[in-house]
């Protein structure tokens, strides 16, 4: 079982972006071990989209996208959505720009991050680095 298991069913509580510091968190709190609170720390943020934001969000799962074990097509998809919000046609793949943050997603530098939804908002992002940390235990923001 992985740390992030604990966000299956998880309810998404708030999300907070900071823009100038090209950080965002988000706060969860997980039905399991007593209903422990959590937050999604994703730093050095590249690209961010939100969709379905309501008052009850519900976790499915939470996936990061990397080109391994073959799931580079997945990966290729989420990103362009991720960029230009559609999917992609044949010819899209191809673009120098896109084909650049693939690349660094590709070697590690970025991270693709995503959290699908039962029920409100799923997200997905490109970011630096993505952790979760207990709320209690997490810094505020300064």
Same mark, same amino acid.
């Given at each position: ?15 907070? *972006?900071?823009?100038?510091? =090209?950080?965002?968190? /988000? ?5 399991? $071990?007593?209903? =422990?609170? !959590? #937050? /999604?720390?994703? =730093?050095? *943020?590249? @690209? ?13 799962? *939470? @996936? ?6 073959? #799931? ?7 990103? &362009? ?7 992609? #046609?044949?010819?899209?793949? @191809?673009?120098?720009? &896109?084909?650049? $943050? ?6 590690? =530098?970025?991270?693709?991050? +995503?959290?699908?939804?039962? !029920? ?7 970011? +630096? ?14």
């Amino acid at each position: 079982m992985s740390l992030w298991d604990v966000l299956v069913e998880a309810t998404i509580d708030s999300i907070h *972006v900071f823009s100038i510091e =090209k950080e965002i968190r /988000i706060h969860v709190t997980s039905p399991w $071990k007593g209903r =422990k609170c !959590y #937050q /999604i720390i994703a =730093k050095g *943020v590249d @690209n961010f989209a939100l969709n379905d934001m309501r008052l009850l969000n519900i976790v499915d799962r *939470v @996936n990061f996208l990397d080109v391994s074990n073959g #799931q580079e097509v997945e990966t290729a998809h989420c990103l &362009f959505f991720l960029m230009r919000g559609r999917d992609p #046609q044949p010819d899209d793949l @191809n673009s120098v720009d &896109f084909l650049r $943050k693939l690349d660094l997603v590709r070697t590690g =530098k970025l991270v693709l991050f +995503e959290i699908e939804a039962v !029920y409100g908002a799923a997200c997905i992002l490109l970011a +630096e680095s993505v952790v979760l940390e207990p709320l209690h235990a997490a810094r505020l923001h300064t």
